[in-house]
């Protein structure tokens, strides 16, 4: 998407075709910095730090962080080696071990700098078959907001759409998932307005939502993440839009914690609640997401301090809690399918169901049963 009117992805291959380039997520809204993954570890560590998150797009960066291992060393022992250490990296976005896991496939049976090559060309087609993807969620999800606007009683009246987290396309390599259907309504000169939740603790809603829909033109609100259910009682709520991390086979979803209270607040006030999903975000080996699915618990500093920029430019760090009060810091949960109003897929809008989900990708749900490798992600045509 654009960024002061030059286009821009979230990650690159730089010129010497060998390093990533990625913008550090951790610097906005305030800079605009890149940085560049030279090795494996280097990818580890901008997944872990959260220089890049957001499932989609931690994928494509475990796919080239096998690919930076095998440059160095093209054996199977630096491939585990380098697959363990990305693996252990987040737990919770399924996309992470499905990147690996694709990388894995185009490098089996290779050797030197044939595997190498084979892996370098998956790791750039995932990050082509992602912007294909959130395109055609763009595409199906924008006909709910079409629906929402042929209904608004006054011309020109927004939609009006919240949002919790990132889901952006700063959360994947282009377009984003909850935000595709969003910029598609924006291109076609469809009004919206977008409520951003804040997103504690991380505030990848305050720092990354709302600066990628500034930079892109897009009408939009921060609103405290409390907000939501106050909106939505008083008819200013038209749709929730959000991502997910991982939707267990039975489609429940995981996303960033918080999710789940404004799901069910959409449900109490009879406020569509949908989901935008890439395939690779199915896990149909978990059928149970609130049992299975491991939650991510991070650094209790995410949650006793505050980072911003003071009146004079510095950026600060400040403890915002008593200095010796214990802090959890959950950073997923699990909406149950029956909150789930719709599933925008790149194949379609779904029903929050297990036999909705196989039916759309039974290529991938017969894959896992059977243990075979995954066939590649294919949008539907329209
Ligand atoms: O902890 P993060 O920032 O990686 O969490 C990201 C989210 O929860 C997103 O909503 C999710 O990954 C969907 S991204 C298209």
Redesign the pocket.
């Known amino acids: 998407m654009k960024v002061d009117g030059k286009h821009l992805r979230t990650i690159w291959l730089e010129e010497d075709g060998r390093t990533v380039g990625i913008i550090d997520q951790t610097r906005l809204p305030h800079e605009f910095v890149t940085a560049r993954l030279d090795t494996p570890e280097h990818a580890v560590t901008a997944i872990r730090s959260?220089q890049v998150?957001?499932?989609?797009l931690?994928g494509a960066t475990a796919a080239y962080g096998l690919c930076l291992a095998l440059r160095a060393d093209a054996s199977d022992a630096a491939l585990e080696r380098a697959y363990a250490a990305l693996f252990a990296a987040?737990p919770t976005?399924i996309n992470l071990k499905w990147g690996l896991d694709e990388i894995r496939g185009a490098v089996d049976g290779l050797a030197g700098a044939a595997r190498v090559a084979a892996a370098y060309a998956r790791a750039a087609a995932i990050c082509e078959e992602d912007i294909a993807i959130n395109r055609a969620i763009g595409r199906h999800g924008v006909k709910l907001i079409e629906a929402v606007a042929a209904r608004k009683k006054k011309p020109g009246q927004p939609v009006e759409i919240l949002t919790?987290?990132?889901?952006?396309w700063l959360?994947?390599v282009d377009w984003?998932?909850?935000t595709a259907p969003i910029y598609t309504a924006h291109e076609r000169g469809i009004g919206v307005h977008v409520w951003v939740d804040e997103t504690r603790p991380?505030n990848?809603g305050a720092a990354l939502t709302a600066w990628e829909l500034g930079k892109h033109g897009v009408p939009h609100t921060v609103i405290a993440d409390n907000t939501g259910g106050h909106l939505m009682q008083r008819g200013r709520v038209d749709l929730v839009l959000?991502?997910?991390?991982r939707v267990s086979a039975n489609a429940d979803v995981c996303?960033?914690i918080g999710t789940y209270l404004k799901a069910l607040a959409a449900f109490d006030n009879g406020v569509a609640f949908y989901v935008?999903l890439p395939s690779p975000?199915i896990d149909f080996s978990v059928s149970d997401a609130v049992a299975e699915v491991p939650i991510?618990e991070r650094a209790p500093e995410e949650v006793a301090t505050m980072t911003g920029r003071t009146a004079d430019g510095r950026i600060e760090t400040v403890a915002i809690i008593p200095e010796n009060s214990p802090v959890a810091n959950y950073?997923?949960d699990v909406t149950p399918a029956r909150l789930v109003t719709g599933l925008i897929t790149e194949r379609g809008v779904l029903g929050a169901t297990r036999a909705a989900l196989a039916a759309a990708f039974p290529e991938r749900a017969g894959a896992t049963r059977a243990g075979a490798p995954r066939a590649p992600v294919r949008p539907a045509a329209e």
């Open positions: 959260m998150r957001g499932a989609p931690i987040r976005a919790h987290c990132n889901a952006g959360a994947t984003g998932t909850a991380r990848q959000v991502g997910t991390d996303n960033k935008a975000t991510e950073a997923f």
